[in-house]
Structures are given as structure tokens and as C-alpha cells.
């Protein structure tokens, strides 16, 4: 892009702005790497895939799921982890917030304490105060770039 004289190299589109905003959503979560549902499937199983989140973010209409990715060789040091998050994860979707906020302070315990498993334990305690009704998806929005 630019005229004859200055020329300015840049790549645009809806992909390009989806990078960004995951990238953006790295330091929220904490973790070094977040990618899209077609991404994760496009690696195959070439990596340890773990679900991070089912999100709207910033310009984008669209639900999107969002994983973080693991080298194959510590597929064994992070099942029992895995396992279990994933059991938090999958009551948390349920709405059986008591029973999910129990477990991701386990994991906590457990295993390691990031940030992601913070922020399940804290949404959980939240959404018992104020439950999300039997339409919730699940779905968290970032409002933020």
C-alpha cells in the first residue's frame, strides 16, 4: 500500500484482525499461545490441544473457540491435568458451578496455579451469585482489543 514514492508493506483482512485479537487475549489468559478451532484442526495431531475458552471478541459476530497448544512429549506430564480440567470445564458448561469451582481450585492445588484456572474458579464463584439461566451459552465477550 503507499504511492510511488513510499511504499508500506501490511497485510489486512478479517484474518489478520482475528490474529490480532488472540494475540491480544494471550495476556489476558496468561498463556503463550492461543488459536482457533481451524487452526487446532489444521495441526492434526501434531500437539496437545487444550480448550481455553468459547468466545466473542471485539468486531467479530462469530462464536469462536479458542485452544492453547502443547508439544507432543509432555502429553504424559499434563494428562491427569487435562483430565481433570476437562471435567471442570465440562460442568462449568453444565452450569454445575459449585462442583466446577471445587475442581479448578483442585487443579490449582494440584498441579500448576495459572491463570487460566483462576479465571474458571472466579467465574464460577461469580455466576453462583447471579446464575445465567437455562439459554447460556457459555460464551464469554472480550470487549477489548
Excluded at 58 to 67: H, K, N, S, V
Aim: glycine share 6%.
Amino acid at each position: 500500500m503507499g504511492s510511488q514514492d513510499l511504499f508500506d508493506y501490511t497485510i489486512i483482512g478479517d484474518n489478520v484482525n482475528l490474529a490480532s485479537r488472540l494475540e491480544g487475549l494471550t495476556k489476558i489468559y496468561d498463556l503463550g499461545l492461543l488459536l482457533s478451532e481451524s487452526i487446532k484442526d489444521a495441526c492434526g495431531s501434531n500437539f496437545v490441544f487444550q480448550e481455553v475458552d468459547k468466545i466473542r471478541v471485539e468486531g467479530r459476530d462469530q462464536l469462536l473457540t479458542i485452544f492453547t497448544a502443547y508439544a507432543p512429549e509432555v502429553k504424559e506430564k499434563y494428562r491427569a491435568e487435562l483430565d481433570l480440567y476437562n471435567q471442570a470445564l465440562r460442568m462449568y458448561k453444565e452450569q454445575k458451578l459449585e462442583e466446577a469451582e471445587q475442581s479448578f481450585a483442585e487443579i490449582q492445588r494440584k498441579y500448576r496455579d495459572i491463570r487460566l484456572y483462576d479465571l474458571y474458579h472466579k467465574r464460577c464463584a461469580n455466576l453462583k451469585k447471579k446464575p445465567p439461566g437455562s439459554g447460556w451459552d457459555h460464551v464469554f465477550i472480550h470487549k477489548t482489543k
